[in-house]
């Protein structure tokens, strides 16, 4: 008997151990951080990175960004899909990816120089979506600080 339960308990182990990490059919999506700890007015592209999960692997391959930036000009801010290389091709299978978006200079640099209010950091507003509608929360990035030149 007492073998019989040994087995029994071993053989649940290993049926339990070996179970694969189940994400539901709704993406997820969280922030990992930047390629960079600040900008300056000679920066000419950053990364932000973020993990990317989702159960049935239908996500579409782009990632939906704004920028939200701290100054008292709402008119700065900006919108924008980026393409997610290589996500589609999951399709059917359960997706665990770290996705790099990439922010070119004209994507963020809504000020000029010497003029006018200009911000002293930024941070992004993203979220993912499924061929099957599913959105995955909005997530806020952390701020990045902008260091700006002076006369």
């Known amino acids: 008997m007492k073998k ?6 071993f053989a649940a182990f290993v049926v339990l151990s070996c179970n694969k990490d189940s994400y539901g ?11 960079i700890p600040s900008i300056d007015s000679n920066t000419q592209s950053f990364e932000a990175m973020f993990r ?5 692997g239908d996500i579409d391959s782009s990632i939906f960004y704004k920028i939200h930036y701290f100054i008292p000009n709402p008119l700065a801010e900006t919108q924008g899909e980026k393409h997610m ?4 091709q999951n399709y059917g299978k359960s997706v665990n990816a ?26 992004l507003e993203v979220f993912i979506q499924d061929r ?8 806020k990035t952390k701020r990045i600080p902008i260091f700006k030149s002076r006369l």
Do not use: C, N
């Not at 019989?4 to 308990?9: G, H, R, V």
């Not at 059919?25 to 390629?35: A, C, L, R, V």
């Not at 990317?52 to 049935?56: A, L, N």
């Open 4 to 9: 019989f339960l040994l087995l029994f308990l």
């Open 25 to 35: 059919p709704i993406p997820t999506i969280s922030f990992e951080g930047y390629s």
């Open 52 to 56: 990317v999960k989702d159960g049935d």
């Open 85 to 88: 290389p290589d996500i589609g």
């Open 98 to 123: 770290q996705v790099r978006l990439r922010l070119d200079q004209i994507d963020f640099k809504r000020w000029i120089e010497h003029t006018g209010d200009r911000p002293d950091s930024m941070w």
């Open 132 to 139: 099957a509608g599913h959105i995955s929360d909005t997530i």
